[in-house]
């Protein structure tokens, strides 16, 4: 069974930027789709990026589009998500997570939380103003 671990997370200022980590192991995870999320205490996680292992097509939540790049290392089997220009409302927990393709790709489906069903633990981000 394969594991996940994010790292990266810390307090920065607005404008500024990080660089989440999300290492795998246990599993390739190399026809799988994975996502970035986040989650505010008291509201639903949140996909922000969609990531095609087997292809390399991305997808990306229009809030963070154009300030957030998700890329992945397949040797060291590690996906990156670089943030920039942070805003104090991109505060949140940040998790990856991943699950095998459905039928060679990652639909609609994948928009949505309860479809993966490998999970980090979380990293906190927390940006202020």
């Known amino acids: 069974q394969g594991q996940l671990v994010e790292s990266g997370g810390g307090s920065v200022q607005a404008g500024g930027s990080l660089i989440l980590s999300c290492a795998a192991s246990?599993?390739?995870?190399?026809?799988?789709?994975m996502g970035w999320f986040r989650q505010v205490p008291g509201q639903e996680r949140e996909v922000l990026v969609i990531?095609?292992?087997?292809?390399?097509?991305?997808a990306y939540h229009d809030s963070v589009k154009g300030r957030f790049t998700v890329s992945r290392d397949k040797a060291k089997n590690i996906m990156y998500l670089q943030m920039n220009k942070l805003k104090p409302e991109d505060t949140a927990m940040y998790y990856c997570?991943?699950?095998?393709?459905?039928?060679?790709?990652?639909?609609?489906?994948?928009?949505?939380?309860?479809?993966?069903?490998?999970w980090g633990q979380g990293t906190q981000v927390t940006v202020s103003s």
């Open positions: 997570a991943a699950n095998p393709r459905s039928r060679g790709h990652c639909g609609a489906a994948y928009w949505t939380a309860q479809t993966y069903a490998y």
């Open positions: 990531l095609d292992t087997g292809t390399g097509g991305t």
């Open positions: 246990g599993d390739t995870y190399n026809e799988d789709c």
